[in-house]
């Protein structure tokens, strides 16, 4: 199979790299690629930082694996190739009524590299991650060998590859659990929060009654507004509450056309003063009230707009997402919105999210709160900033989503994720020679 030399980035376009590119057709042909090893595996590179690279390396992009293999039109249970696209599954399950479990805040993901990042989304206060609505993977092993993993058979395997970010064996194949709607509008509510304690407290009051729930903080706002947003609410909206016309069609596929940034600009247009428009107008379009609303544009807002990433210059951008216990989230938020609002260095977005328990070896949610921050340009003291506030996510007893990281240290990672060991182990057992691999494998210590 031929290999293209590329340049390559995750989403936040930090760090670039080289790399020998293949794009097999099919499994037979990713076999192939196995005993020259150094391998790194690829989605739709969504993550943010260097897990789908590999410098100078071979990565295999696994977007031509992408066939639907069987659903269960009872049970709504789906098994599908790891390359389908969430929107591919949207575009053809949303009409016959079936919804993901689980989506992230893109529908560009693709089933494995979700699994692979084992990802939330906004109802992970009770729905958890990707993993708990996978019931088994097909992976193709180092070694050749197709395998069949599952919480009853190899469950070794299957709690290392959920959330094990591509180190453990392809995933070729998955069968999960898609949920049943009635309609594809939600129910939406917007509460204004003044500060952070009253946003704490509306996300308690709220998160039990509603099937998504997620809150967007004004990032410049410090001293006593510190902590001041919007809570965002949604559940999915049943037959009867749609208007009697629309109750004739009530699953449309609800895309939104697609704006595109053609060319990123040679620096960054999102500055301080950007961010205070755009935060002023996050404000205002959302006003709080309550709506019936079409699933896209409450789950992916950015996806209304193409090559976004783009608007960060050619510096590219981070975003950094942690989460700590809940015993230690008031005050370890507080430390971090303050350190960021001090340091000069606005944050462009900042979501708020409470989660629920995990089980994946190296899964990143765990029951407490989760913010995530995107951060304009790379400098020295940006850097300085990133290492300031994984030390203080570490010493909350947190940890640092390994999807959107390109910085993390071997010694805080090891720290973050108490069960990096029993991951390792199993990674031994599966790839002992160490075929999968990343740059982010090897920064971390996940890979030889
Ligand atoms: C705008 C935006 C919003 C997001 N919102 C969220 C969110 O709300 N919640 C959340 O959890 N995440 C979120 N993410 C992160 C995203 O969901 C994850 O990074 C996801 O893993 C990306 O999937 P991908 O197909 O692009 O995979 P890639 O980025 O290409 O790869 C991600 C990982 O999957 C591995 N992988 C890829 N294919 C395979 C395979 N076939 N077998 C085994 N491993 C494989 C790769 O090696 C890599 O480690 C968001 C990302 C963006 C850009």
Redesign the pocket.
């Known amino acids: 199979m031929r290999a293209v030399r590329k340049r390559l980035s995750?989403?936040g376009r930090f760090p670039v790299e080289e790399a020998w590119v293949y794009r097999p057709d099919s499994l037979e042909d990713v076999r192939e690629l196995l005993p020259g090893g150094n391998l790194?595996?690829?989605?739709?590179?969504?993550?943010?930082g260097d897990?789908?690279l590999n410098k100078d390396g071979n990565v295999a992009d696994?977007t031509r694996?992408d066939r639907f293999l069987d659903f269960d039109g009872e049970t709504g249970r789906l098994t599908c190739e790891?390359?389908v696209?969430l929107a591919e599954v949207l575009e053809v399950f949303v009409p016959r009524g079936w919804f993901l479990p689980v989506?992230?805040?893109?529908k560009?993901?693709?089933v494995?590299?979700?699994?692979?990042?084992?990802?939330?989304?906004?109802n992970h206060h009770n729905a958890s991650?990707l993993s708990r609505h996978v019931e088994s993977m097909a992976l193709l092993l180092a070694s050749g060998e197709t395998v069949l993993c599952s919480r009853e058979s190899l469950p070794d395997l299957f709690w290392a590859?959920a959330g094990g970010?591509?180190?453990t064996?392809?995933?070729?194949q998955a069968t999960f659990r898609l949920r049943r709607i009635e309609t594809s509008f939600l129910h939406y509510k917007a509460v204004r929060a003044r500060d952070l304690d009253h946003m704490l407290e509306t996300l308690e009051q709220y998160d039990p009654h509603y099937d998504y729930s997620v809150a967007w903080i004004d990032g410049l706002a410090g001293g006593k507004d510190l902590g001041k947003g919007v809570v965002l609410l949604g559940s999915h909206a049943p037959l009867a509450e749609l208007p009697t016309q629309q109750r004739r069609s009530p699953l449309p596929v609800l895309a939104r056309r697609r704006l595109s940034v053609s060319r990123p600009p040679p620096f960054s247009v999102v500055n301080r003063m950007t961010i205070r428009l755009l935060n002023t107008s996050y404000r205002f379009t959302h006003r709080p009230r309550e709506a019936l609303v079409g699933y896209d544009g409450f789950f992916y807002p950015?996806?209304g707009v193409g090559a976004w990433?783009r608007l960060y210059g050619s510096g590219g951008f981070l975003q950094h997402q942690s989460v700590f216990p809940l015993q230690a989230s008031r005050e370890t938020l507080v430390r971090l919105l303050e350190m960021v609002v001090k340091s000069r260095h606005a944050s462009s977005l900042v979501i708020l999210k409470k989660f629920g328990p995990q089980e994946g070896l190296l899964s990143?949610p765990m029951p407490g709160y989760t913010v995530a921050m995107d951060f304009p340009v790379y400098s020295a003291p940006f850097l300085a900033l990133v290492s300031a506030m994984d030390e203080l996510v570490a010493q909350s007893g947190g940890r640092v989503?390994l999807?959107?990281d390109a910085c993390l240290s071997r010694e805080r990672f090891q720290a973050m994720y108490p069960r990096w060991k029993e991951w390792l182990a199993a990674k031994e057992r599966y790839d002992p020679r160490g075929a999968f691999t990343?740059s982010?494998a090897r920064r971390l210590g996940l890979a030889p």
């Open positions: 995750g989403w790194t595996l690829r989605g739709l590179g969504r993550s943010y897990a789908s696994l694996l790891g390359g696209s989506t992230p805040g893109t560009f993901v693709t494995a590299g979700a699994i692979a990042s084992d990802v939330h989304g906004k991650s590859t970010m591509g180190l064996g392809i995933i070729a950015l996806d990433n990143f989503y999807a959107k990343s982010m």
